[in-house]
């Protein structure tokens, strides 16, 4: 997270605590005007859901509004007035509220026109203990405690921010306040899922991809990883063809979409593993809808030096793979010239690809060559797509489809389906 955010770190207390949560929200509620509305109105629809009981009055009907806020005190910092217990967590829950003579400290306190006093308990992990949303007002005769607990579901707290930044409601302050708060949100309590569909991101390539890392998340929780050198990925040593499915947002001249790749054939043991069990027809298939494309390189230990760019066409390309598997190894330097030859001579190996060869590999000391024919396979959808089965929930299954098309090329679908084992547990 940027150091330049407001709500970065300023304390001891660790980003992902949640009172620093609760103290950023209540920076929002003090200071943005229509933030401190849309709270209020979020209070009074689950009120009037819950039926049989005063309502707190909208935001233009009290002068007052919102008076003091204050986050970890252990007092309501009122004598009168009625005490309202509201829990902020990441899942629907019920219970009722009563008097306490425990000793609280409150996650938050709020004064809400001339009557109301908001004691806020935040759960964002979800991990509720309902004698924290009991007030004690011991030394206050004159606080009564609503018998109603409100409860507000993160997500819909987000949903109510993102719609007041697609408004034209807040000065340019605000919005950066609220967009800082969202995406402190998102790098420190992934849990409440600051951008829910991509909708919420607009063209903002970095929460695209925050978007992305969701949906792999949604697809194959605890799998998913960063690549120091390419994108966050699933984790999938199954397949064993290929051990990365990535998902992206991709920027285009004046757009984006979002990019599926999987890049079997990436190592030698991948490759081996790919030209063994990969059935040709079903691949060539595929690239009526993938983009399919020659990925062949050679390294040396676990570094990439050289990327061919072969001539021949990818039907070619991967025929011949299939015949000569037995040069998908560690070529050692007595046949540097023997694998160039017949490389060259099948339209694998230009004479600039053969110069960069040389230069890498014989005027070094580099004595051995891995071979690694990979393949490239990317399924791309346009931004009105993505947004359209984002927004009706079903891009998630849409990855998963498109990614059994591809493993299935190689035999790997059960394979797909123990990667996505613990979710289904």
């Given at each position: 997270?940027?150091?330049?955010?407001?709500?970065?770190?300023f304390?001891?207390?660790?980003?992902?605590?949640?009172?620093?949560?609760?103290?950023?929200?209540?920076?929002?509620?003090?200071?943005?005007?229509?933030?401190?509305a849309?709270f209020?109105?979020?209070?009074?629809?689950?009120q009037?859901?819950?039926?049989n009981?005063?309502v707190?009055?909208?935001?233009?009907?009290?002068?007052?509004?919102?008076?003091?806020?204050?986050?970890?005190?252990?007092?309501?910092?009122k004598?009168?007035?009625?005490?309202?217990?509201?829990?902020?967590?990441?899942?629907?829950?019920?219970g009722?509220?009563?008097?306490?003579?425990?000793?609280?400290?409150?996650?938050?306190v709020?004064?809400?026109?001339?009557?109301?006093?908001?004691?806020i308990?935040?759960?964002?992990?979800?991990?509720?203990?309902?004698?924290?949303?009991?007030?004690?007002?011991?030394?206050?005769?004159?606080?009564?405690?609503?018998?109603?607990?409100?409860?507000?579901?993160?997500?819909?707290?987000?949903r109510?921010?993102?719609?007041?930044?697609?408004?034209?409601?807040?000065?340019?302050?605000?919005?950066?306040?609220?967009?800082?708060?969202?995406?402190?949100?998102?790098d420190?309590?992934?849990?409440?899922?600051?951008?829910?569909?991509?909708?919420?991101?607009?063209d903002?390539?970095?929460?695209?991809?925050?978007?992305?890392?969701?949906?792999?998340?949604?697809?194959?929780?605890?799998?998913?990883?960063?690549?120091?050198?390419?994108?966050?990925?699933?984790?999938?040593?199954?397949?064993?063809?290929?051990?990365?499915?990535?998902?992206?947002?991709?920027?285009?001249?004046?757009?984006?979409?979002?990019?599926?790749?999987?890049?079997?054939?990436?190592?030698?043991?991948?490759?081996?593993?790919?030209?063994?069990?990969?059935?040709?027809?079903?691949?060539?298939?595929?690239?009526?809808e993938?983009?399919?494309?020659?990925?062949?390189h050679?390294?040396?230990?676990?570094?990439?030096?050289?990327?061919?760019?072969?001539?021949?066409?990818f039907?070619?390309?991967?025929?011949?793979?299939?015949?000569?598997?037995?040069?998908?190894?560690?070529?050692?330097?007595?046949?540097?010239?023997?694998?160039?030859?017949?490389?060259?001579?099948?339209?694998?190996?230009?004479?600039?690809?053969?110069?960069?060869?040389?230069?890498?590999?014989?005027?070094?000391?580099r004595?051995?060559?891995?071979?690694?024919?990979g393949?490239?396979?990317?399924?791309?959808?346009?931004?009105?797509?993505?947004?359209?089965?984002?927004?009706?929930?079903?891009?998630?299954?849409?990855?998963?489809?498109?990614?059994?098309?591809?493993?299935?090329?190689?035999?790997?679908?059960?394979?797909?389906?123990?990667?996505?084992?613990?979710?289904?547990?």
């Amino acid at each position: 997270m940027k150091r330049a955010n407001y709500f970065g770190r300023f304390e001891n207390k660790p980003a992902n605590a949640e009172d620093r949560l609760t103290r950023a929200f209540l920076v929002l509620v003090r200071l943005v005007p229509p933030v401190q509305a849309a709270f209020i109105d979020a209070i009074r629809e689950k009120q009037r859901e819950q039926g049989n009981g005063l309502v707190v009055p909208s935001r233009t009907a009290t002068d007052e509004g919102v008076g003091g806020v204050w986050s970890q005190v252990g007092t309501l910092r009122k004598d009168e007035g009625r005490v309202l217990s509201i829990l902020l967590t990441n899942r629907k829950w019920e219970g009722e509220v009563q008097p306490s003579d425990r000793t609280p400290v409150y996650d938050g306190v709020v004064h809400y026109g001339e009557q109301w006093v908001f004691a806020i308990e935040n759960k964002p992990y979800g991990d509720v203990r309902e004698h924290q949303f009991h007030p004690n007002v011991e030394d206050s005769e004159g606080l009564e405690v609503d018998p109603r607990l409100v409860v507000l579901v993160w997500k819909d707290l987000i949903r109510r921010l993102h719609a007041l930044g697609e408004s034209d409601w807040l000065d340019y302050t605000e919005h950066q306040l609220v967009n800082d708060f969202l995406r402190y949100a998102q790098d420190e309590f992934p849990e409440i899922n600051p951008y829910p569909t991509l909708t919420h991101c607009g063209d903002d390539l970095d929460k695209l991809n925050r978007r992305c890392e969701d949906l792999m998340q949604e697809l194959a929780p605890g799998r998913v990883e960063t690549h120091k050198d390419w994108r966050n990925y699933i984790s999938a040593p199954e397949l064993e063809a290929a051990k990365m499915v990535s998902v992206s947002a991709q920027e285009l001249e004046q757009s984006w979409e979002i990019d599926l790749v999987i890049n079997p054939g990436d190592t030698v043991s991948q490759a081996r593993s790919f030209y063994s069990d990969v059935d040709e027809t079903a691949l060539l298939e595929l690239s009526e809808e993938w983009d399919c494309s020659t990925n062949l390189h050679f390294s040396h230990i676990s570094t990439n030096l050289v990327y061919p760019i072969p001539e021949a066409s990818f039907e070619n390309y991967v025929r011949f793979w299939i015949e000569h598997r037995d040069w998908i190894r560690q070529v050692k330097e007595d046949q540097f010239d023997e694998l160039l030859d017949l490389l060259a001579v099948n339209g694998l190996l230009t004479a600039a690809d053969r110069d960069e060869f040389v230069s890498e590999f014989m005027e070094t000391n580099r004595s051995t060559v891995n071979v690694c024919p990979g393949v490239s396979l990317h399924y791309r959808w346009g931004r009105s797509e993505a947004l359209d089965l984002d927004d009706n929930d079903r891009l998630t299954e849409e990855i998963d489809q498109r990614v059994r098309e591809a493993v299935r090329t190689w035999g790997a679908e059960a394979e797909w389906d123990s990667v996505l084992k613990e979710k289904e547990e």
